[in-house]
Structures are given as structure tokens and as C-alpha cells.
């Protein structure tokens, strides 16, 4: 019986020996694999099947619905995009004069506001300051500093040469028919809105009725943070008894070294002789070369391509032809300096 008992004893401890020794083998092996950095197989199709099958289902799904829905670039092709000044007003829209703007503190008038228009279809996305000259009440007895660094005026006009501040908007010549600038240059503004509208242009109205108070300084400011360029109308009150023509206001050579003339004086002259050439080709007279030099508050201020446009004088014919034939003109040279 105790040598039955010594076998069996013997068998089991053997049989723990070799489950024990197989046991270490197989850690060892483990072991050594991952320091090594041996990779366990990668799993087959098979191993999930089922998880494959969801997930190519879900591929496909979203490929039809991707395929269903335009990108984000497609849909915005597929839609008119807001840009230039639909993006930032309104039609018909009242803008007011901000003090925070550059040179907004050399304004003395500037409770008045301008007033937007944009274009119905073929939008160019550029804003055309259209600024009906005078027509400020009480303008002519407040004065501005004539330039943003306090030197004096450079030449004579309706304020003398040497002085340091201006007339804020003077009132304007009168006609030989007795008919005030102020009332023409309106009539020629509205005209000449209609007219941009309909080319694609949109229209910041500077003055939009007999009286805006906006001095020449706001409405200069104004122009500078709204529009693309800034056309002044006016009729020269030079006292002669014919007609002269037409011509825009260059900046003397005196300012050219001022800022922010400086940066801006060969794009002043640049939009002035267009809209001259414009004119000439609309028929209507031109004087001498097309321009004259006067130091002027406007394009002392102007950082935008500013020009005054005169377009005769008090001799002139300003019958609703003439000032049609007139914007036309003015079309014309604003389209061959933007390139359209």
C-alpha cells in the first residue's frame, strides 16, 4: 500500500514539474516577442465580419449622402454672395459721420448724414461718392483748417491765399439766369446717380436735399471710409460772361509732399483726367488741358481718389440735356478708370 502511494505521489509531482516548466516556456516566449516589438498578427475579414460589414455600410451611406448634398463651395456658388456694400448697408440707407474716423476732428459741421444707394443687378462693387457741391446752411460763417498739418493755403479761390483755416461750404455762385449753383449741382447728382446705378455702380449720396450739414471736411471723411472715389460737382464762379468748359481741380505742387496728399495726388489726377476725357468724348467743351491747380480742403483730406469737377460756369447751360449729357460723360471716364 505505501509503495502504491509512493507511485502515485511520484506521478503528480511530476506531472506539476512539467505543467510548471511549459508555463515559464510559454511567458518567456511572450516576454522576448514584445521586447523585441514583435506585432501580434493583424486580425483577418473574418475576425470581424460583422463589425466590417456595419462599418463599409456606413462608408457607403455617407457617400450618398455626400454625393445628395453640394459642398459647402457648391452651395455658395448656388446663391448671390454679399460683398462690397451689400455686405455692410442697406438700400437706401442714412449714413451718419463718425467721430473716431481719421481727420473726423477737423470737421466743424457734421450732424448731417449721406445717404446710400445700391445698384439693382451687374454690381461692379465699387462705391462712387457723388458729392453735390454747397448746400450746407450756415456753412459760409464757420470755418475749417484748410490742411490736416496747419500750413497755409497755397493759392487763392474762395478762401485767399495764405490762410490757414477755410469757409467750412461756401454758399455757391447764381447763375446768369439767376438759377443757385447749390440747386444745379443737386440736379446734376441725382441725375448722375441713376445713371451709376444703372452701369452697376452703387451711389454714396453726400447730399440728398437742398440742405445737408456736412461740411467739406465730413463730407471728405465721409467719402474716404465709404466710398471707392469721390466726385465733387461744381460750376466755376469765375465772373465770365461765356462758357468756358469743363475742367477738374489739381492739386498745386506746393502740397504734393503733405499727407495725405502725398499718397494720394497722382490718383486725384488720375480719375480727373478720365472723367474729362469722358466729357470730351460726350461733346462737351473742355477748358484749356482739362484742368486747373487750386488748393482745395477736399483733396487736402481726400485718401481715396478725389477730384472736384467743374463743369462750366455761371454762363453755362444747365437745362436737364445738357446735365444728362453731362453724366454721361462722367460714365464714361469713370468706366475707363475702373477698367470697365
Partial sequence: MKNLFFRFSCAVLLCYCLTGCGSIQHKSSTDTAQAQGTKAPPKTADDFSISSDSENETVDETSSADAATPSASESVTQQELLTGATALYSNGQEISFDPSWQYADFSAINSGTATIYLA???????????????????????????????????????????????????????????????TVTLQMAQILKDKLLAQGYDVLMVRNSDDVQL??????????????????????????????????????????????????????????????????????????????????????????????????????????????????????????????
Avoid at 146 to 156: A, E, F, L, R, V
Fill in 215 to 340: 461740411d467739406n471736411v465730413a463730407r471728405t471723411v465721409l467719402c474716404n471710409n465709404v466710398a471707392d472715389c469721390h466726385i465733387s460737382l461744381h460750376w466755376d464762379g469765375d465772373g465770365l460772361g461765356y462758357d468756358k468748359g469743363c475742367f477738374y481741380i489739381s492739386v498745386p505742387n506746393g502740397l504734393k509732399s503733405m499727407e495725405p496728399v502725398a499718397s494720394h495726388w497722382q490718383e486725384h489726377d488720375a480719375l480727373g483726367a478720365s472723367l474729362v476725357e469722358g466729357l470730351r468724348t460726350e461733346g462737351m467743351t473742355i477748358y484749356q488741358n482739362g484742368s486747373m491747380n487750386i488748393d482745395l480742403t477736399q483733396t487736402s483730406y481726400s485718401t481715396i481718389p478725389s477730384v472736384d469737377m467743374e463743369l462750366g460756369n455761371a454762363s453755362s447751360d444747365h437745362s436737364d440735356s445738357t446735365l444728362n449729357s453731362l453724366a454721361d460723360g462722367l460714365v464714361l471716364g469713370l468706366n475707363d478708370y475702373f477698367g470697365n
Fill in 120 to 182: 439693382d443687378s451687374d454690381r461692379k462693387d465699387i462705391v462712387v461718392g457723388v458729392n453735390a457741391g454747397h448746400g450746407t446752411s450756415g456753412g459760409a460763417s464757420v470755418k475749417t483748417q484748410c490742411h490736416p498739418d496747419g500750413s497755409p493755403k497755397t493759392t487763392g479761390g474762395s478762401t485767399a491765399q495764405g490762410a490757414i483755416y477755410a469757409t467750412a461750404v461756401s454758399g455757391g455762385m447764381t447763375f446768369n439766369d439767376g438759377t443757385a449753383e447749390s
